[in-house]
Structure formats: structure tokens, C-alpha cells
């Protein structure tokens, strides 16, 4: 299960010009908006999480706690770490929520037991049409078509060009260099392609998630489809310029062929986890041989709606601090309220290094 777990952050209007020059700014009407924030990803084939949270001004949100460097597993799918303490500082555990499945099926989502949003046994489809009500809050999407991505080729690099990167250092000299093809579809489509290094670090037998990795999710290249021109400073190590959130309006019609390099993550010993049985705490000391890494990729289809969000989000990144830039407004499409309710499938593959 995906967890999501997002801010509001408001924007507050700027002008710069040769003359002076008034703005008229409509504040939100603090009696009338909702103060709950919905955020929810319908996931082809997962079951449908939903979270809610109080919704906060600029400066007043609590920190977003969220480890990028390593992630846990019970599954081939790779979850990532996410400390739970800000949804428990932020969430609302008492809300009651429904979800319509293609005008017909209603279903009552309760709070999960680790109280990370509200679950339901139904899982998304291809073409469902759902609709969430919570809280006078309202919001709908519909599931796009499965995409498709074929591996065609791959190698590995003993010289990473990319050592260097935005502040960010790669301390491997190894890339797996991928070539993939996207297929043409006919009709307009919205992609977020996910490239990400893993390896296997140790097995953890008295936890929940049987396995422990060391992510990299960051990857580079040079062909046309990644490159958004808005973009114009790099963020978090990923480059200037590049966005892994795309259409296909340059493959429309006819199939699209690019290289991916991803970065090898490190190989590192964990030398202790402490996890609680039902009577004791256990000091586990479990080490796991250094097994072959590998490359995940997986395309996903999204949402109209989810696309606009993340290109947001792409853009307010990189202009959060610039105050000669143009406001950037996160992109929302819940009704009464704030957020973001989406929807994606996906095509994934795994690709090994051979050790």
C-alpha cells in the first residue's frame, strides 16, 4: 500500500514591474472554505487509501517527515519509508468517508489500524469512475487505461558522469544505462516515469516488511520527452530542465524509443535493529551478503487531474524561494475543500546487475 501524505502551502502574490502597480488579492473566505485537506491516488489493482488532514497556512504546517534513502518490502513492490508522526500530528480520525464506484457501488472506508488513512476492501480498475465524499468535501477521478513499457536493452558503466549533481553526490562509480520504448496509444496520454536503483541490505525476520533496501530514485537523461523548459534550476538532485512527468504529445502516433541511467545505490552494514516481540525487545543482528542490485522501472499512466498536480509541485519546487518568480498554485480538484485525488496504472519491470 502507497502512503501519500501532502501539505497546503499558499502562495502569496507578488508584483514586480517598471511602475507601480496595484493587485488586487482575494484572500480565501476563512468562514465559508473547508479546513481539511483531502489527498488520495487510486491505484490500478491497490486497495483505495484515502487520508484527511487539517489544512494550514504558510509557515504554520508541521514538518514533513519522510526518509529517502531507504525503504521496506513484502512484496516485489518497494514501499517507502515514511515516518508516521506527521499524520498523527495532522490527521482527522473521526471523519466518516465514502466512496461511489461507477454511480452504483458505495463503499463505507474505516480508519486503518495503524491509522494511516481510511481503507476499504475495493480495489481500483481500469476505466472506474469513483467519486469520495468526506467530510462536506467532494472529488472524483477516473482510472486511466494500463500503459506499456518495453525493456529493450541494457548495460552496465563503470563511469558515472553524473558524480556531481545539483549538491548531490553519487559515491558509486556504476550506472545501469537502460534503453525502453513506449508504444503509441492513439489518443492523449499522461506518464510519470519511475526509475529506481535498489539493493537488498539484510533481512529483518521479526518485522512486518521481511527485507531491507537502499533506494535511488533519481535517474538522468538527454531525450526530449523528459525535458519541461520551465524547469530552469535543478531540485533535489534531480536536473535543470528535466521532469519525469510527461504527455505523449512528441510520441503520439508513433512509438518513442530513450536511454535511462540509473545510478547504483551504495552497499552499506547495518549493524543493528532493534524491534519489539510481544514480551521483549530484540536487538537483531542480521546481515545480509552483498546481493546483485537492480534497476526498477515502471511507467505509469495518470489522471488528467493527478498530472496537473505533480506539474505543480514540479514548478512551486523550484520557485518556493525565488521571489522574482511568478506565484506557482499547487494544483487541486477537491470541491469545498483542498487537495488532490487522482488515479494511475502501471507497467513495471526489473532489471538485474549481474554480480
Request: hydrophobic fraction near 35%; proline fraction near 5%.
Given at each position: ?55 494550514y497556512s504558510v509557515g504554520k504546517a508541521p514538518l514533513l517527515d519522510i526518509g529517502y534513502n531507504f525503504a521496506f518490502t513484502n512484496k516485489d513492490a518497494i514501499q517507502d519509508y515514511q515516518s508516521d508522526a506527521y499524520y498523527k500530528r495532522t490527521g482527522i480520525f473521526d471523519a466518516t468517508v465514502q466512496a ?108 512486518p516488511y521481511h527485507a531491507f533496501y537502499a533506494i535511488q530514485d533519481i535517474y538522468f537523461s538527454d531525450d526530449d520527452i523528459f525535458e519541461d523548459k520551465r524547469l530552469s534550476s535543478g531540485f533535489g538532485g534531480w536536473p535543470a530542465y528535466f521532469s519525469n512527468v510527461f504527455d505523449n504529445s512528441l510520441i ?104
Open positions: 500500500m502507497k502512503r501519500f501524505a501532502y501539505a497546503l502551502i499558499s502562495c502569496t502574490l507578488l508584483a514586480f514591474s517598471a511602475c507601480e502597480k496595484e493587485v488586487e488579492f482575494n484572500a480565501p473566505d476563512t468562514e465559508t472554505t473547508s479546513k481539511v485537506t483531502l489527498n488520495a491516488i487510486a491505484v490500478e489493482g491497490e486497495p483505495l487509501t484515502v487520508f484527511l488532514s487539517k489544512a461511489v464506484v461507477n454511480g452504483q457501488q458505495t463503499y463505507n472506508l474505516t480508519l486503518a489500524e495503524d491509522s494511516m488513512g481510511y481503507v476499504c476492501s475495493y480495489r481500483p480498475q481500469v476505466g472506474d469512475h469513483i467519486e469520495i465524499q468526506a467530510e462536506g468535501l467532494h472529488v472524483k477521478t477516473i482510472v486511466p487505461p494500463s500503459p506499456k513499457i518495453e525493456v529493450l536493452d541494457h548495460k552496465v558503466l563503470a563511469e558515472n558522469p553524473y558524480r556531481l549533481m545539483d549538491g548531490m553526490k553519487y559515491e558509486t562509480d556504476t550506472i545501469m544505462r537502460i534503453t525502453c520504448r513506449i508504444p503509441s496509444t492513439g489518443t492523449k496520454q499522461y506518464y510519470r516515469l519511475r526509475v529506481r536503483g535498489e539493493r537488498k541490505l539484510m533481512y529483518l525476520r521479526d518485522l503520439n502516433g508513433t512509438e518513442c524509443t530513450f536511454t535511462i541511467d540509473s545510478p547504483k545505490p551504495n552497499h552499506f552494514t547495518i549493524y543493528g535493529f532493534n524491534t519489539k516481540g510481544k514480551d521483549q525487545i530484540i536487538h537483531q543482528q542480521i546481515y545480509e551478503p552483498d546481493v546483485p542490485a537492480r534497476v526498477m522501472v515502471e511507467l505509469q499512466a495518470l489522471s488528467p487531474e493527478l498530472y496537473r498536480y505533480l506539474k505543480s509541485v514540479e514548478l512551486f519546487r523550484i520557485t518556493e524561494n525565488d521571489a522574482f518568480s511568478e506565484p506557482v498554485q499547487i494544483y487541486s480538484n477537491v470541491q469545498n475543500g483542498w487537495g488532490i485525488f487522482g488515479a494511475l496504472s502501471y507497467d513495471r519491470h526489473f532489471v538485474e546487475y549481474e554480480e
